[in-house]
Nanobody, 126 residues
Framework: QVQLVESGGGLVRPGGSLRLSCTASGSIFTINAMGWYRQAPGKQRELVAT???????NYADSVKGRFTISRDNAKNTVYLQMNSLKPEDTAVYYCNANLQERPYIWSSPTEPRDYWGQGTQVTVSS
């Protein structure tokens, strides 16, 4: 089984910073893209940022220049550094990983599929 565990959310004032972390664990063969999505009350889940295994990044226009995504492949961990936070950044942030499992050392890797974390609340308010 694969688990994604997020941490780092909380309450911060406008203009402040937070750093989210997400670590994948379990019978992982390889991790392709990792990313962060968010969902505000009454809205659909939206992409925040993604990063490939090679380090190529993609950001939503609303966070460009303020958020930075990075990853540590050796630790199966993705980070989201969020600066200059605004009230409209308030949402539950979800970690995503597209990965292949290998349940047993003698088995073939599975087809790639998406896994999600449980979400972490980020609230930006004065």
């Amino acid at each position: 089984q694969v688990q994604l565990v997020e941490s780092g959310g909380g309450l911060v004032r406008p203009g402040g910073s937070l750093r989210l972390s997400c670590t994948a664990s379990g019978s992982i063969f390889t991790i392709n893209a990792m990313g962060w999505y968010r969902q505000a009350p009454g809205k659909q889940r939206e992409l925040v940022a993604t990063i490939t295994s090679g380090g190529s990044t993609n950001y939503a226009d609303s966070v460009k220049g303020r958020f930075t995504i990075s990853r540590d492949n050796a630790k199966n961990t993705v980070y989201l550094q969020m600066n200059s936070l605004k009230p409209e950044d308030t949402a539950v942030y979800y970690c995503n990983a597209n990965l292949q499992e290998r349940p047993y050392i003698w088995s073939s890797p599975t087809e790639p599929r998406d896994y999600w974390g449980q979400g972490t609340q980020v609230t930006v308010s004065s």
